[in-house]
């Protein structure tokens, strides 16, 4: 199935509720959570408060990015506010599989995030018991960035790798991805697709739709 994850990153914070609704009622199946804490990426973005905040006023599956250093200390405290899935980097993580566990234990899906320089052999151990994979097509901490061309090779790579495997592994992207490039992504073998800019900027409504558009061709294939 083909999921757009919209990331309120690039949202009007003044109207962000409505900005939701206006997502969830063109057909996006998830919001995008991404959590920064201005040492894992330069940037930071807002925590659990926020998330508690937006959980009242959307019923979407609560996709977190955390995109932070030691991820492991703040598990419980994000399953709390509601999250779905969990997703921590694994360059973030001395010991990812603790943390995998600690997210598995809250009754969460578990999610790792790789940078672009990050090999896939850094899951080679892990995969089997994850319920995403996201590889990041930017270098994470700033929305608005340019699509890396050579991740897309990853996800084909880690496609391939899933189906040796007989995995049917979610595959999230992040980072630069556009109703323009969309058809391309999903060939390389994602099917969670994070649109920040893409989905936030101007008409909301019809930026989501146009992904389901291509969502709808692309599954009558
Ligand atoms: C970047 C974040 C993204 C960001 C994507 O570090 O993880 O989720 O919001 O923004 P766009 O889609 O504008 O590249
Ligand atoms: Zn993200």
Not at 39 to 64: A, H, N, W
Not at 81 to 96: F, N
Request: overall charge negative; aromatic content about 6%; glycine content about 8%.
């Amino acid at each position: 199935m083909l999921i757009l994850s919209p990331s309120i990153l690039a949202a009007d914070f003044t109207r962000l509720g409505e900005q939701i609704q206006e997502t969830t009622q063109a057909g996006a199946q998830y919001i995008h959570l991404d959590v920064m804490d201005g040492m894992f990426v330069p940037q930071i973005s807002f925590g659990m408060p926020v998330l508690e905040t937006i959980r009242k006023c959307t019923d979407r599956v609560f996709d977190v990015h955390l995109m932070i250093e030691d991820p492991g200390r703040y598990i419980e405290a994000f399953a709390k506010t509601g999250a779905d899935i969990i997703t921590v980097h694994a360059e973030a993580c001395t010991h990812l599989d603790r943390v995998l566990q600690q997210i598995q234990a809250a009754g969460k899906k578990a999610g790792v995030a790789l940078n672009p320089a990050t090999p896939l052999s850094a899951l080679d151990y892990v995969l089997d018991g994850l319920d995403m994979v996201l590889i990041m097509t930017v270098n994470p901490g700033f929305g608005g960035q340019k699509l890396i061309p050579y991740c897309l090779e990853k996800v084909k790579e880690l496609r391939a790798i899933c189906e040796k495997r007989g995995l049917d592994m979610d595959i999230q992207v992040d980072g630069g991805i556009k109703a323009s490039n969309a058809k391309e992504v999903i060939q390389s073998g994602a099917n969670v697709l994070v649109g920040g800019s893409a989905v936030f900027s101007g008409d909301v409504a019809a930026n989501t739709k146009e992904f389901m558009d291509i969502f709808r061709e692309m599954e009558a294939l």
